[in-house]
């Protein structure tokens, strides 16, 4: 019942974000007119598909990360991976200017996953009677990296580049200029294989011993797709902080940690929330745009105080 | 048959455990009791490998702790640790499940879920098997864990304290269903237990630890006895034969 219903809401808010926008679109004039047609074809149908991947897989990055973490306060975009690929790619940008976009990517993930890896050492040595420290930790260190990534590019000048990593929002995706994004799409469904492992992973080390799990390669596998994804974000379309916190805490609370059954549910629910701050964010100051993230961040406290403060119905 | 050769293990300089040699027979419960710090817990997580090996063997029936794979180990002996952290936010249904994982590897076929509502029948956990563990009681969670290991299908059954928190009914309905386990199923039962009545009453072999040795070994008569309870845990407990049984004033 609520895939139906999120499926559907999804299908509704896509064929919206479509003729939503600063030049006029409208359904009939995709028959006659040529100009319309390209319109939907180069600009609305690529952002509508970013936004929708971006949503889905950040906040399966999320749910993975914080299954990996054991703590459900801690997220790619600021725990350190957001801000590792961000460097990553500034680095690329600086020494190797003329390297082919998809090594970019490459060297761009390897900075995430090492500044993810680092992230994971430095949470284990911290008590676990305290999961609050977790988060704090992850803030601290992202806001580090964000730093580092700051003084590089202030140093080389490239802090309007800079600009366009650390604020996402899907304004410039064009046709051209979005497709890496469906690699992010294929290691979002991938890791789906992996469901089962995640959540026991996030059971705990002892249990995925018990059950036979290699732990290690599963948070590695877990860690890797995380980095890949965060990495391809950040360089397509900037960091959108939020959505790996909001969206896998909302979908947890109401359908539980069974991966296998509720990871889809997390994906359309990301895409969807994702898509309609991205459409209010286009009609709100009409015809000037807010940025996505601002948009989410409002949008996904409010859906989450409503959750925590509705009652809790008993399953 | 469980096999315990020359194991020695450290936490930095502070020995845990020092040369124990033990073996515990293939059916029935084996209790290991000992005061605290004893090692009992940390001999129980080298059987189920959840900390490495430092010196020592330990075979289970033909298999190498350590040498042989791991997801093998993993159909031959369960562990269920000492309750701790907060429940994982699944139903009944769904953990008892993921006691089918070493089986299935994530794509579970009939038979896997044929043995997961087998495994919620023999726990009387139909009632509850849709509703999520953190809306249950302690007794009716520990119930679930130790269904969820029960659906592992293991010879070998590890448990760690598992009374700690829980009531008197709620231990001694765990102790007859491990108790049942044994009896008709055939599995093995090893247990960590700080609670002596209740070893005497369903173990058919308790192991006695002190400071990471074993002390004494043998059936609760011969092993709870007011001298080996002074020599053990340095209190004089008075021990009563009621019936037959074997029980201390506390």
């Known amino acids: 019942m609520i895939r139906v219903t999120l499926i559907l809401t999804l299908a509704l808010l896509a064929v919206l974000s479509l003729f939503v926008g600063v030049a006029d679109l409208s359904p009939s004039a995709l028959f006659y007119d040529r100009a319309a047609l390209d319109l939907l074809w180069t600009s609305r149908g690529p952002r509508t598909v970013a936004v929708i991947i971006t949503g889905g897989t950040l906040a399966v990055s999320g749910t993975i990360m914080q299954m990996i973490v054991r703590n459900r306060f801690v997220e790619p975009m600021t725990a350190g991976t957001g801000q590792g690929a961000a460097l990553g790619i500034l680095l690329v940008t600086v020494f190797m200017p003329s390297m082919p976009i998809l090594m970019k990517m490459g060297i761009a993930s390897a900075v995430a996953l090492a500044t993810s890896v680092i992230f994971l050492v430095i949470v284990n040595r911290l008590p676990p009677t305290q999961p609050m420290l977790v988060s704090l930790v992850g803030m601290i260190y992202g806001g580090i990296l964000g730093a580092c990534v700051l003084f590089f590019a202030y140093q080389a000048d490239l802090l309007q580049y800079i600009d366009i990593w650390m604020n996402g929002e899907f304004s410039g995706v064009l046709q051209g200029r979005y497709e890496l994004l469906w690699i992010a799409a294929a290691v979002g469904i991938l890791s789906y294989l992996a469901a089962d492992q995640f959540a026991i992973v996030g059971m705990g080390r002892t249990v995925s011993t018990n059950l036979g799990l290699n732990y290690t390669q599963v948070v590695i596998i877990g860690l890797l797709s995380i980095a890949i994804v965060t990495a391809l974000t950040v360089v397509t379309v900037g960091m959108i902080p939020f959505v790996g916190l909001v969206v896998p805490n909302i979908v947890s609370r109401l359908s539980g940690d069974n991966l296998r059954a509720t990871l889809p549910l997390t994906a359309v629910s990301g895409a969807a929330l994702v898509l309609a701050s991205d459409i209010l964010g286009r009609v709100l100051r009409y015809p000037y745009e807010i940025p996505v993230g601002s948009v989410f961040g409002v949008l996904g406290a409010v859906v989450f105080l409503w959750l925590l403060y509705a009652p809790r119905r008993h399953v | ?250």
């Open chain 2, 1 to 250: 048959m469980i096999v315990i050769s020359d194991v020695d293990y450290f936490i930095g300089p502070v020995k845990i455990l020092d040369g124990v040699n033990l073996e515990l027979p293939k059916g029935g419960i084996s209790a290991l009791i000992g005061p605290n710090g004893a090692g009992k817990s940390t001999l129980l997580s080298l059987i189920a490998r959840l900390m490495p090996l430092q010196a020592g063997t330990i075979t289970v029936d033909d298999l190498t702790v350590g040498a042989c794979p791991n997801n093998t180990l993993a159909r031959r002996l369960a562990i269920l640790p000492q309750a701790s952290d907060a429940a994982p936010l699944l139903t009944v249904r769904e953990l008892v499940g993921f006691g089918r994982y070493p089986y299935h590897k994530g794509r579970p076929t009939p038979d896997d879920h044929a043995k997961v509502e087998d495994a919620l029948e023999a726990f009387g956990l139909v009632p509850f098997a849709d509703r999520r563990l953190d809306t249950l009681s302690g007794g009716q969670r520990q119930r679930a864990q130790v269904a969820m290991t029960y659906a592992q299908d293991t010879g070998y059954i590890l448990l760690d304290e598992p009374l700690n928190n829980l009531d008197i009914a709620a231990s001694r309905s765990l102790m007859r269903v491990l108790r049942e386990l044994a009896a008709a199923h055939d599995r093995t039962i090893v247990i960590v237990l700080h609670d002596i009545n209740y070893a005497a009453a369903y173990a058919d072999l308790i192991v006695a630890m002190k400071g990471g040795k074993i002390v004494a070994k043998g059936t609760p008569d011969e092993i709870v006895t007011e001298d080996i309870l002074k020599e053990v845990f340095d209190t004089d407990p008075k021990v009563h034969r009621i019936d037959g049984k074997v029980m201390i004033e506390v």
